[in-house]
């Protein structure tokens, strides 16, 4: 496998360069995609609407303490797969990277083309880090607890019950591992292509508590393969606002595809505050303008590449 230098700007081309590092005969199962995804969901899915900071902006995760959060244990595998492209394009910020490494990885599953565009940069040092970002730890889903949880975390990011269902249907790629989140075992039985199986699996399969000396969690056997849920997984259909779009989209895999492209291409941009020449400067917007967040003009809030300029708009994959 050989790694090219691409021209600055061809992110298709970027895109090739990612396949070829998504087989990893000697990783999970044998694939790099859903760590990639994880990455992407890692490196925006800490944003915070009340503190105006955090999101794939500036690629945070590379200094500590967000590099050694428990939340964020066995990127650094995510991270050293794309090294080499990395290291071949300079070009490209890592924030970059990252996030287009992501949709990358769920197209390649099989799943839906989701919108990105570039812009993004990268902090210098660390002390740049957290100077701007702050204290990101303890704010993605902790995966032990139900649906109020649930609805904090992402409420704080802005989404809606429909995206929280949406987005938890991520959870169709990879598996848990005992020395990162404490959890163990795949959602889906092919845990490397992306479907509507997890909803369909939550709806029709008797899940038992897991009788082991790790945390709680559910699990049930299909087709030989021993499955789990979190309970996080189960509070999507013992909620009465979460459940509906369970079964929507156990129903209608193109409905599924179709919000989760949009909710993940949203998660992606949070915290990316673009200028006019598409570029992400990493400042406080809204501290700057001394106003709350949630009354600033984002771009790409609601349309991830609405009031953009021409380098994001045009060049957006």
């Given at each position: 496998?050989?790694?090219?230098?691409?021209?600055?700007?061809?992110?298709?081309?970027?895109?090739?360069?990612?396949?070829?590092?998504?087989?990893?005969?000697?990783?999970?199962?044998?694939?790099?995609?859903?760590?990639?995804?994880?990455?992407?969901?890692?490196?925006?899915?800490n944003?915070?609407?009340?503190?105006?900071?955090?999101?794939?902006?500036?690629?945070?995760?590379?200094?500590?303490?967000e590099?050694?959060?428990?939340?964020?244990?066995?990127?650094?595998?995510?991270?050293?797969?794309?090294?080499?492209?990395?290291?071949?394009?300079?070009?490209?910020?890592?924030?970059?990277?990252?996030?287009?490494?992501g949709?990358?990885?769920?197209?390649?599953?099989?799943?839906?083309?989701?919108?990105?565009?570039?812009?993004?940069?990268?902090?210098?040092?660390?002390?740049?880090a957290?100077?701007?970002?702050?204290?990101?730890g303890?704010?993605?889903?902790?995966?032990?607890?139900?649906?109020?949880?649930?609805?904090?975390?992402?409420?704080?990011m802005?989404?809606?019950?429909?995206?929280?269902?949406?987005l938890?249907?991520?959870?169709?790629?990879?598996?848990?591992h005992?020395?990162?989140?404490?959890?163990d075992?795949?959602?889906?039985?092919?845990?490397?292509?992306?479907?509507n199986?997890?909803y369909?699996?939550?709806?029709?399969?008797k899940?038992v508590?897991?009788?082991?000396?790790?945390?709680?969690?559910?699990?049930?056997?299909?087709?030989?393969?021993?499955?789990?849920?979190?309970?996080?997984?189960?509070?999507?259909?013992?909620?009465?606002?979460?459940?509906?779009?369970?079964?929507?989209?156990?129903?209608?895999?193109?409905l599924?595809?179709?919000?989760?492209?949009?909710?993940?291409?949203?998660?992606?941009?949070?915290?990316?505050?673009?200028?006019?020449?598409?570029?992400a400067?990493?400042?406080?917007?809204?501290?700057?303008?001394?106003k709350?967040?949630?009354?600033?003009?984002?771009a790409?809030?609601?349309?991830?590449?609405?009031?953009?300029?021409?380098?994001?708009?045009?060049?957006?994959?």
């Amino acid at each position: 496998m050989s790694i090219q230098s691409i021209k600055e700007g061809d992110y298709e081309g970027i895109r090739g360069e990612i396949r070829k590092v998504l087989k990893q005969p000697q990783y999970d199962d044998g694939s790099a995609g859903p760590v990639f995804v994880r990455l992407a969901w890692h490196a925006s899915g800490n944003f915070s609407l009340v503190e105006h900071n955090g999101g794939s902006n500036g690629a945070g995760m590379r200094f500590a303490p967000e590099s050694t959060d428990p939340a964020n244990a066995g990127l650094t595998h995510a991270i050293d797969f794309l090294m080499p492209i990395q290291a071949a394009n300079p070009w490209i910020s890592h924030s970059d990277l990252w996030t287009l490494a992501g949709i990358t990885a769920i197209e390649a599953a099989g799943g839906p083309r989701v919108p990105w565009q570039p812009g993004r940069t990268d902090y210098t040092s660390a002390a740049a880090a957290e100077e701007h970002r702050g204290q990101v730890g303890d704010r993605l889903p902790d995966g032990a607890k139900g649906a109020d949880h649930i609805r904090e975390v992402f409420s704080r990011m802005g989404f809606t019950d429909q995206e929280i269902v949406a987005l938890s249907g991520a959870h169709a790629l990879g598996r848990c591992h005992p020395d990162r989140s404490g959890f163990d075992g795949p959602w889906v039985v092919n845990p490397t292509r992306f479907s509507n199986q997890y909803y369909k699996l939550l709806l029709t399969r008797k899940w038992v508590p897991r009788q082991w000396d790790g945390p709680f969690q559910y699990e049930t056997t299909v087709a030989g393969t021993k499955l789990m849920m979190l309970p996080t997984d189960m509070a999507l259909i013992e909620d009465e606002k979460f459940r509906p779009w369970v079964e929507k989209y156990a129903k209608d895999q193109d409905l599924f595809f179709k919000d989760f492209s949009l909710a993940f291409g949203k998660l992606l941009e949070l915290g990316v505050d673009r200028d006019d020449t598409g570029f992400a400067k990493l400042v406080k917007k809204a501290a700057e303008e001394g106003k709350p967040l949630d009354k600033v003009k984002m771009a790409g809030w609601g349309c991830p590449f609405a009031g953009t300029g021409p380098r994001g708009r045009d060049a957006k994959l």
